[in-house]
């Protein structure tokens, strides 16, 4: 199953710059698929992206298996 991020990684850069956020990492929370969402966005834009946290609140376990399986 592929799960498009495009939107997702697009909206952490958006918000990361906003001049109301203060600093420059953000947070990302989901909960079922939102969370499955959250998981897969952070491991896909690496370190030095500005996502500092993830929660992911009872997440989808189709595909997050795999991040705690290794």
Do not use: C
Not at 47 to 52: K, L, V
């Amino acid at each position: 199953m592929e799960i498009p991020l495009e939107g997702s990684i697009a909206a952490v850069e958006w918000l990361s710059t906003h001049p109301l956020v203060q600093g420059q990492k953000v947070g990302l929370f989901g909960f079922s698929r939102g969370g499955e969402q959250a998981a897969a966005v952070a491991s896909v834009v690496g370190d030095s992206s500005p996502i500092a946290a993830i929660a992911a609140g009872a997440p989808a376990d189709y595909n997050i298996g795999a991040f705690f399986l290794g």
